[in-house]
């Protein structure tokens, strides 16, 4: 039998003035509250790039160039992996329109944000950018 390839979700690390852009889940229950790389599932025929443009564009209101990944990929379960992009921002302003709460993390905070469990195995690769 084939084995299809696990479905990707992708995040943006947008790191502007040595501070990295969090975002805090509203959903599922077992997320809600805790912060995340912003970003999303990509879709059937779309670049994880192209992807990850659409959601930050739907998640912040921003315009974005993505960039090299940050750290390993992930594995969120067995069908669908998380992989992590440098991006940096053209146009916009960081807007929480479908999370609770933004905030801008130095390397100092970051070491205490509650992330994500996924995101968590980024903590070196994220510091290492700020
Ligand atoms: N996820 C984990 N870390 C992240 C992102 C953006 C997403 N930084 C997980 C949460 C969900 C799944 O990936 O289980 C799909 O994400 P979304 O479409 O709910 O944002
Ligand atoms: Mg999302």
Same mark, same amino acid.
């Given at each position: 039998? =084939?084995?299809?390839?696990?479905?990707? #979700?992708?995040?943006? /690390?947008?790191?502007?003035?040595?501070?990295?852009?969090?975002?805090?889940?509203?959903?599922?229950?077992?997320? /809600? +509250?805790?912060?995340?790389?912003?970003?999303?599932? #990509?879709? =059937? +025929?779309?670049?994880? *790039?192209? @992807?990850?443009?659409?959601?930050?564009?739907?998640?912040?209101?921003? *315009? #974005?160039?993505?960039?090299? =990944?940050?750290?390993?990929?992930?594995?969120?379960?067995?069908?669908?992996?998380?992989?992590?992009? $440098?991006?940096?921002?053209?146009?916009?302003?960081?807007? @929480?329109?479908?999370?609770?709460?933004?905030?801008?993390?130095?390397?100092?905070?970051?070491? +205490?944000?509650?992330?994500? =469990?996924?995101? $968590?195995?980024?903590?070196?690769?994220?510091? /290492?950018?700020?």
């Amino acid at each position: 039998m =084939p084995v299809p390839e696990p479905a990707l #979700v992708v995040a943006g /690390a947008l790191v502007e003035n040595g501070r990295l852009l969090l975002a805090r889940r509203a959903s599922p229950p077992e997320l /809600a +509250g805790l912060w995340e790389l912003p970003g999303g599932k #990509v879709d =059937p +025929g779309e670049t994880p *790039e192209d @992807a990850l443009v659409r959601e930050l564009r739907e998640e912040l209101g921003i *315009e #974005v160039t993505v960039g090299e =990944p940050v750290g390993v990929d992930v594995a969120l379960s067995a069908t669908l992996t998380l992989r992590a992009y $440098a991006v940096t921002r053209f146009a916009g302003t960081a807007t @929480a329109l479908e999370h609770e709460a933004l905030r801008w993390v130095d390397a100092a905070d970051l070491r +205490g944000v509650d992330l994500v =469990p996924a995101d $968590a195995a980024w903590l070196p690769d994220l510091a /290492a950018l700020l």
